[in-house]
């Protein structure tokens, strides 16, 4: 240890850039930092703010084991001179934590609520009691104890409405439900062992209200919001800028002193931004949040004022944020919460990929083979080189604003990447951060599926029309050798079940999801958008092909944070003004060379397709790239190149089968979904036995896959 400073903390949860954040705030005051966390090698570990790092058992596993660790530590780290000593918990362990209190103090003082006051709260149904008893101003909620109670609710509610289990985090279960029957379905779903939450849904946007209480009393306040969130439909923010707290400073006050606050949280708010209309509570969260980089950034520094409330020091004075401050979160921070925004809180991911980010500084390029060769061992490659130059080309505007990871004189914390690895050794498997799971609880016996002689493909469609495109792409897929399935918002089906996945056409994309406004008087399906983000994940997740078909193109373009031209006014089109013609009219394409479109369809520099779109993709995605043009460069073509199959086209293939080069496409796909199936099977089967029998091997489930030829 160094010589004398003003106190040392302990940080948990090293791996993340909130711990970071926090370290280099009270590093650059002079407090010494020690971290730790389940596994080593972490963020903190490589940061020049950190003294020290250790490890512990996962506090969520093996909690017993985890508290024994962390009082060992703490006693081992105790200064001796008389210093101030903080334990500061960073994450969900702050539960664990504060419930055991006594264990730790007086030896070291705990930076954390009460548990009494985090349980007024957590889980969110709490949060609905306590705001009936204080007056809360929050939106209208109810918790039905069974499916009959609910359906008897059920024509009371206004719609659309809000589903959501009691104990979800980072927004996993959450669903807006339209309409009595999609709210019965949803709520099924999540089951009534632990009841859901039925809840009013609010129109505006999403607000973070972030607070340091003492005693029941505000003592530091600041609010932003994210301008743009990635992937879109998660929540995880891109870029983030402060706005004025005051609207939401008397609902936060009213639920500071309801729950004798002490400590620091982050309050979620939706509001409408008009004055007429109050800003409603909807969530209220015990810890330090995602956006506590841009908190500090903007001013209000809750790491440091937190450590001297704790310890004593001159009583805090709340400081003014800079309103308009905007900040971003970093490329490979991003990567990460698209590698894990379905199967963990998105906000919390240490930045696996930030490793590509550092790399450039650390020259140590042999690290990122072995992360690669580690991940592969396990089936999963980080394949995260040309995604996060993508990203950046997608924030090119934003430059200068400072990120996490922007400071010159830490250069190193990208090999906190290296946690992956340490994870691997300690535990023998990859952290959550960087692995997709299929599901939070697998059921209790699963039997191996049975050998398919034709992949499933799912097709997603809305509840009604579009029924022509539809049996075309059946006809299409079936002649590939698939078995098409329809996907519908109403019609929700295990991810497990489906081999492949096929965005069909349709309405325009709802310009909210980019940015964009919508037009006076159409109407837009917002439930296949909601339906269509959700397959989307749960195809990154379960490593399935897709292939996005002209609005599916669009979709998929979205949902990596690219945007649409909401018409092509501004584009030179040669193509009939009747939409039936447009079926008939042959538009040539310029195709990439390299791409992985030529290489399927054997088109290496031109192609004839139809023109039925009336919208076209604009600002690419993260992570793809373009393999089509029209010669007035309207994207025609995308694709994934880090996936063995994600393709978007811009025209409808599914009306092109006598051509040899669609068929190839479908092909394509299906091949790639049968390969993936019988991965997954295999992957599900018991161990190897040992050789069969000539009568066993002659088993007809033994046999392989009889293909479909395409015409």
Known sequence: MSARSPGRVILTYGRSLMALVIARSLAERGVEVIGCDDVGMTVLSFSRHVQETFTVAPWDTDPEQFLQDMEAAVRDYAPTDGRPYVLMPVFREIDLIARNRARFEPTIKLAAPSIASIELVTPKDRLADLAREHGLDIPDTWRPESFEALRELAPSFDYPVIVKPVDGTGGRGVSCAQTQEEMEEQAAALGFDNPPLIQECIDGEDYCVCVLASAGELKAM??????????????????????????????????????????????????????????????????????????????VDFPWLLYKQTVGLADTHEEDAEIGATTKTSGAWLLAAIEDVANSDPHFNAAAEAWADAKTHAKSGEFLSAIENASKAVGKSLNVREALSELRSAVRDLKEAPSELTDAKDPLVGLGALFVLSSLARHGKLPPEVTYKAEDTPPESFEPPPARKRPIIGITKPEEGDTIPYLAMRLAVWIAGGDPVKLTARAPRDPRTIDGLIFGGGSDVYPKRYQGNPKPGYRYDLARGDMEASWALAARRHDLPVLGVCRGAQMLNVLAGGTLHGDLTGFKVDRPDHILWRFFHRLPIRIRFKSKLAKITHCSAEMHVN?????????????????????????????????????????????????????????????????????????????????????????????????????
Request: glycine share 6%; net charge neutral; aromatic share 10%.
């Open 222 to 299: 600041m609010a932003y919001r994210n301008v743009t969130t990635f992937p879109r439909e998660a929540g995880a923010g891109a870029v983030r800028e402060t706005v004025d707290a005051e609207p939401f400073r008397a609902e936060a006050e009213k639920l500071i002193a309801a729950t004798n606050w002490n400590g620091v949280a982050q309050l979620d708010f939706r509001w409408s931004g008009a004055a007429k209309d109050a800003p409603k509570l909807i969530e209220v969260n015990a810890r330090f949040w995602a956006g506590i980089f841009h908190s500090v950034e903007s001013g």
């Open 611 to 711: 023109a039925i779109h009336q919208q076209a993709i604009n600002r690419l995605g993260a992570g793809l790239t373009v393999s089509a043009r029209e010669p007035n460069g309207v994207i025609q073509g995308i694709e994934d190149p880090s996936q063995p199959f994600w393709i978007g086209v811009q025209f409808h293939p599914e009306f092109l089968i006598y051509r040899a080069p669609f068929r190839r496409l479908f092909r394509a796909l299906v091949d790639t979904a049968y390969a993936r199936a019988e991965e997954r099977r295999a992957k599900s089967l018991p161990p190897a036995t040992p050789p069969q029998t000539p009568e066993a091997a002659s088993d007809p489930a033994s046999e392989q896959r009889t293909k479909v030829n395409a015409p």
